[in-house]
């Protein structure tokens, strides 16, 4: 399999927000955010698997500034690790101002997702191959973040909170 860069599936979802997007004080849900997240990342890995992907895992996301109603909302995804069958996908949330034009970042997240054959199983996935000096850092950083994501799942398998296929389902590396 020929390896791919991360600029080859990178995606760029854009989506003004609406009342139906928000509460009652004009903020946008934090779900409707999360939801659009999950999409435009398993867009990147569908691009660089070339098949569907499940995913397995979001690391975390902070809210570090609120979305209101009548914002652009851009979401950026790339990717920034791949194992045999798992990509992990760095996902850029920023909110853009309509009239003045003044954009902020609002939320940066890291999912996982595995790549399913025709049978819904884990298959293989390309190399990724790094561009830029800022591509390998991101790699580097990523690599340290998986090994950390192994170390939990064969804790929780310890502990008995996970079968061993919950734990090959989710590990996919």
Same mark, same amino acid.
């Given at each position: 399999?020929?390896p791919k860069t991360p600029a080859?599936?990178?995606v760029t979802l854009s989506d003004?927000? +609406? @009342?139906? #997007?928000?509460?009652?004080?004009?903020?946008?849900?934090?779900?409707? *955010?999360?939801?659009?997240?999950?999409? $435009?990342?398993?867009?990147? $890995?569908?691009?660089?698997? +070339?098949? @569907?992907?499940? /995913?397995?895992?979001?690391?975390?996301?902070?809210?570090? =500034?609120?979305?209101? *109603? +009548?914002?652009?909302?851009? *979401?950026?995804?790339?990717? &920034?690790?791949?194992?045999? /069958?798992?990509? %992990?996908?760095?996902?850029?949330?920023?909110? !853009?101002?309509?009239? &003045?034009?003044?954009?902020?970042? &609002?939320? /940066?997240?890291?999912?996982?997702?595995? $790549?399913? #054959?025709?049978? +819904?199983?884990?298959?293989?996935?390309?190399?990724?191959?790094?561009?830029? %000096?800022?591509?390998?850092?991101?790699?580097?950083?990523?690599? *340290?973040?998986?090994?950390?994501? =192994?170390e939990q799942l064969e804790h929780?398998?310890?502990?008995?909170?996970?079968? !061993? /296929? !919950?734990?090959?389902?989710?590990?996919?590396?």
């Amino acid at each position: 399999m020929k390896p791919k860069t991360p600029a080859e599936s990178a995606v760029t979802l854009s989506d003004l927000m +609406g @009342p139906q #997007d928000a509460n009652g004080l004009g903020n946008v849900h934090g779900g409707v *955010i999360m939801k659009r997240v999950d999409e $435009a990342g398993a867009l990147a $890995a569908m691009r660089h698997a +070339g098949s @569907p992907v499940v /995913t397995v895992q979001i690391d975390s996301m902070t809210f570090r =500034k609120p979305i209101l *109603i +009548g914002y652009l909302v851009m *979401i950026y995804a790339e990717l &920034t690790y791949v194992g045999r /069958t798992s990509m %992990e996908v760095r996902v850029e949330v920023k909110a !853009e101002h309509p009239y &003045t034009g003044e954009v902020t970042e &609002t939320n /940066t997240a890291y999912l996982v997702y595995v $790549a399913l #054959d025709e049978e +819904g199983r884990p298959r293989d996935v390309p190399r990724l191959q790094p561009e830029n %000096e800022a591509q390998a850092l991101r790699m580097e950083q990523a690599k *340290i973040r998986q090994k950390f994501r =192994k170390e939990q799942l064969e804790h929780e398998l310890e502990v008995g909170r996970l079968s !061993e /296929t !919950e734990k090959s389902d989710r590990n996919g590396a």
